[in-house]
């Protein structure tokens, strides 16, 4: 999937469209995308200059909209059903080494149920093979006026 693609299920923009291209998706299984780190990212102007550090919470992010493509991509829906998923939960975040520009995070998202209607995944962040964040996530599904 593309960026053109992605953009067609996501409705961030820059400067919060966290996600570059998905590699692989198997819907109700898993989904890997990627996001290229670069020193023009806007975040990195003030965290940290001098030792430029991806944000926790942008890592968090970057999570979040993988599990919402792979949520658009398992309940089988189509951009023009005025649908979005939204983060509901996140438990066991951890962050294991610092993000910086030059790094391609890769994500690994595993399906893992479905509960009234809120769907929980895992997550883990590897950047050139190791792992820097990981995290379970609930995301639901939202109804958008078109």
Same mark, same amino acid.
């Given at each position: 999937? $593309?960026?053109? #693609?992605?953009?067609?299920?996501?409705?961030?923009?820059?400067? &919060?469209?966290?996600?570059?291209?998905?590699? #692989?998706?198997?819907?109700?299984?898993?989904? /890997?995308?990627?996001?290229?780190? /670069?020193?023009?990212?806007?975040? &990195?102007?003030?965290?940290?200059?001098g030792r430029p550090v991806m944000p926790g919470v942008l890592i968090l992010e970057a999570m979040a909209q993988a599990t919402?493509?792979?949520? &658009?991509? /398992? #309940?089988?829906?189509? /951009?023009? $059903?005025?649908?979005?998923?939204?983060?509901?939960?996140?438990?066991? #975040?951890?962050?294991?080494?610092?993000v910086g520009p030059g790094d391609q995070i890769v994500l690994e998202v595993t399906y893992r149920d479905c509960r009234r209607s809120m769907m929980r995944f895992s997550v883990d962040e590897q950047v050139d093979g190791a792992l820097v964040a990981n995290a379970e996530l609930m995301c639901a599904a939202k109804e958008i006026k078109a």
């Open positions: 999937m $593309d960026i053109q #693609a992605v953009m067609d299920h996501l409705p961030q923009r820059y400067p &919060f469209l966290l996600l570059d291209r998905v590699l #692989a998706c198997r819907p109700g299984e898993s989904l /890997t995308a990627i996001k290229n780190v /670069t020193m023009n990212e806007p975040f &990195f102007q003030g965290h940290f200059p919402g493509l792979l949520a &658009f991509e /398992t #309940a089988g829906r189509r /951009t023009e $059903d005025h649908s979005i998923y939204l983060l509901v939960g996140v438990d066991r #975040a951890r962050f294991r080494r610092p």
